[in-house]
């Protein structure tokens, strides 16, 4: 007896061996980041800096396909308010986390304005063509932490972050930014500048570090009265001990 197979079998047959072809050609996808994390460290009393707080405005509404987020986060310096100017929005935690950036990086010390790209990356944060190189250098690195960030209720979010890189030691780090920000200067190097800003950094903490790749964590939020919620984002991110690369970030609104 002849053996045969039916005509519309045949073409199913036909069809699956072509589907199983293209996907053993086809390449392996890139790996694809969640955010880009980019610092400015400013202050209000540097005439130099408001052509970076423009950018890093600029910077927190960007998305492209190799892009898909960039977290903007402006801490405000406090070593310019002896000049005649005291920033509202500085705190000395901020310049601490200059200095520590400054060392790593072997430089002769902090200065303003800075930009800092996940971490691993820094220049002078009003060049917006090496920021937009840095931040697709940065979005070409495969991501070694996941961060999920979901509201228990208004005032309670919960974070839970998992590692890649089994036993690395990280840390994870809560910011708390408003955008929509104005000041009216009236003394120091901005004097009779009314200045604008966005992703200013109004709490940062340390949650804790990773345990065995996982951390997870109920974290209570205390929005201060003054703050506007709706123009507030909650950051979360995990950085590698001693301040280098940030392996993984996300960003949500406060709740209304």
Same mark, same amino acid.
């Given at each position: ?11 199913? =047959?036909? !069809? !699956?061996?072509?589907?199983?072809? $293209?996907? $053993? ?18 202050? &209000? ?6 052509? $970076? ?6 910077? /927190? ?7 898909? &987020? *960039? ?16 920033? @509202? ?9 200059? %200095? $520590?950036?400054? +060392?790593?990086?072997?430089?002769? #010390? ?25 931040? =697709? ?8 932490? &996941? ?16 590692? @890649?890189?089994? #036993? ?9 930014? %408003? ?8 003394? #120091? &190097? ?7 800003? +966005?992703?200013?950094?109004? %709490?940062? @903490?340390? =949650?804790?570090?990773?345990?065995? +790749? ?19 984002? *909650?950051? *979360?991110?995990?950085?590698?001990? /001693? ?8 960003? *949500? #609104?406060?709740?209304?």
């Amino acid at each position: 007896m002849r053996n045969y197979v039916s005509w519309p079998l045949g073409i199913s =047959l036909f !069809a !699956a061996v072509v589907l199983l072809g $293209a996907v $053993a050609l086809r390449p392996p996808t890139e790996p694809v980041r969640g955010a880009v994390v980019v610092e400015l460290f400013t202050s &209000e009393g540097c005439s130099s800096c408001p052509p $970076a707080d423009e950018l890093l405005a600029r910077l /927190g509404r960007q998305r492209t396909k190799s892009v898909p &987020e *960039v977290i903007p986060l402006g801490f405000h310096v406090d070593y310019w308010d002896h000049q005649g100017w005291r920033d @509202r929005f500085s705190s000395h935690a901020y310049t601490q986390r200059q %200095e $520590a950036y400054a +060392s790593r990086f072997r430089l002769d #010390g902090p200065y303003t304005p800075q930009m800092v790209v996940d971490g691993d990356i820094q220049f002078v944060g009003s060049d917006s063509g090496r920021v937009q190189n840095s931040i =697709l250098q940065a979005a070409a690195r495969e991501q070694t932490a &996941e961060v999920q960030l979901s509201w228990k209720n208004p005032a309670i979010l919960l974070v839970r972050v998992t590692g @890649r890189a089994s #036993g690395a030691s990280a840390d994870v780090h809560l910011a708390i930014t %408003e955008d929509n920000l104005s000041n009216k200067v009236a003394a #120091g &190097e901005n004097d009779g500048r009314e200045l604008h800003h +966005s992703a200013v950094v109004r %709490e940062f @903490r340390l =949650l804790g570090q990773l345990t065995q +790749s996982q951390f997870q964590k109920d974290v209570p939020l205390n929005v201060q009265p003054e703050w506007k919620k709706q123009d507030l984002h *909650v950051v *979360v991110f995990v950085q590698s001990a /001693g301040g280098h690369n940030i392996q993984g970030a996300a960003s *949500v #609104g406060v709740p209304k």
